[in-house]
Structure formats: C-alpha cells, structure tokens
C-alpha cells in the first residue's frame, strides 16, 4: 500500500521566520512530487513540484527531495500570515498507475 | 494548468436522494479524478473517470453509490446516490493533464451536507 507520510500539526511559526513542512513516502518507485496549499474551505492549490534530488526554489518556497531516504520536504521563507494553511504532500509514481497518493496533510500557523 | 468549473459549490441534500456534481474543464484532458474529502481529513480517491468507458473504482467505493459519467475529454459527472449523513464531504474533480503523473489540479469542490 503507497503511504505518504506527513505530520498533521500545527506548526506554529512566527511571521518572518522559515517554516519546515516534511513528509516521507513508502512507494520506491514513486518518481514524482507536489506541495498543495489548502485554504480552509476552499480546494487544493498545486505550489510546488519536484521530479529529482536535490532543492527546487520558486520565490519563498523551496521543495527538498531526497529519493535515497524518501523524504520530500518543503521550506517556506519569510512565512506571511497569509501562508497559514494546510500543506499537502503527493506523490505518484511514473509506471503505471500515475495517480497521487496525498498526505493527510501539515497545518501551519504563522502568527504575527 | 487547466480552468476547471465544477458546480454546485454547496448543497444541502435530504437523505436518500441523489446528487450529481459536474466538472468541466476548459481543454481536453486524459485523466480525471473524483476525490472526498472529509472534516479535518485528507484526500480520498473515489474513481478515475475513463473516457469512453467504465470509470475505475478504488476499494471501499462502488458505481451504484458513486455512478459517473464522462462523455468527452473535457467533461464528467459523479453522482452520489441514496445520500445518508455520512456521505457529508467535499467532493472535489482533479485532472492530470499529461497522463504522464505529472502536475493535478482541482476544481473549486463542492461542498455536501446531508440531513
């Protein structure tokens, strides 16, 4: 069974400082990533994804996949209030079936 | 990315009805996806919608509660049937748009209370 891993929270940041969103995955095979956002009440919105080791950077957030420890992370800098929301970690796998298995989801908080 | 409608946003249902929620996307896609999503929880796939044929079910989800249609590349249909309580979720369509596991994007999701 794919498994992503992520813990639900709260991380509670204050405003200006770097939030740390985590998430481990069970499926080797798993080829690619995504970082979702989801405001309360409101869809998934796709912020990131990520396709090989390494650190992909887009403004103030940066995706870390690390295949060897499956483990893909998420850093957001300068963290805005209006960053507080649900991050969602996918994964899905490139043979096959390509449809994403999705984390539970990390709340984050960041409080001014 | 793609431009996805789906409607209704919200609605509040009587138990044992049914209600069909649409998904139109604005290019033709090969994959979409209806998914539920409940209180505090993360998202579950309830079936691929296939084009030209049978949708495919995941585990626990079956097509006389969950019928869908999709009769072209840039439309389908999930209904959920005989509604009780407990079918209270958001309901949200996703589509991929290379087939190739590549980025998926929502619909804005509808909302369901059933009383």
């Known amino acids: 069974q794919k498994e992503v891993e992520q813990n639900s929270g709260p991380l509670s940041v204050p405003e200006g400082a770097i939030a740390s969103l985590n998430c481990t995955y069970s499926d080797r095979g798993s080829q690619s990533f995504f970082w979702y956002r989801q405001y309360s009440g409101k869809s998934p919105e796709l912020i990131m994804s990520?396709?090989?080791?390494g650190d992909k950077e887009d403004g103030r957030f940066t995706a870390q996949l690390n295949k060897a420890s499956q483990y893909v992370s998420l850093l957001i800098r300068d963290s805005q209030p209006s960053d507080s929301a649900t991050y969602l970690c996918a994964a899905s796998s490139s043979g096959g079936s390509y449809i994403p298995t999705f984390g539970r989801g990390t709340s984050l908080i960041v409080h001014p | 990315s793609a431009v996805i409608s789906q409607k209704p946003s919200r609605d509040i249902c009587q138990r044992g009805t049914s209600l069909t929620i649409q998904c139109q996307v604005d290019s033709q896609v090969t994959m979409m996806f209806w998914y539920r999503q409940q209180p505090g929880q993360s998202l579950t796939l309830i079936a691929t919608?296939?084009?030209?044929?049978?949708?495919?079910?995941e585990s626990g989800f079956v097509i006389d509660k969950f019928p869908i249609s999709r009769p072209n590349l840039t439309f389908s249909t999930l209904t959920v049937s005989n509604m009780s309580p407990e079918d209270s979720s958001i309901y949200l369509c996703?589509?991929?748009?290379?087939?190739?596991?590549?980025?998926?994007?929502f619909g804005q999701g509808t909302r369901l209370t059933v009383v």
């Open positions: 990520i396709y090989s080791n």
């Open positions: 996703s589509v991929e748009l290379s087939g190739l596991g590549t980025e998926a994007f």
């Open positions: 919608a296939n084009q030209g044929s049978e949708a495919t079910y």
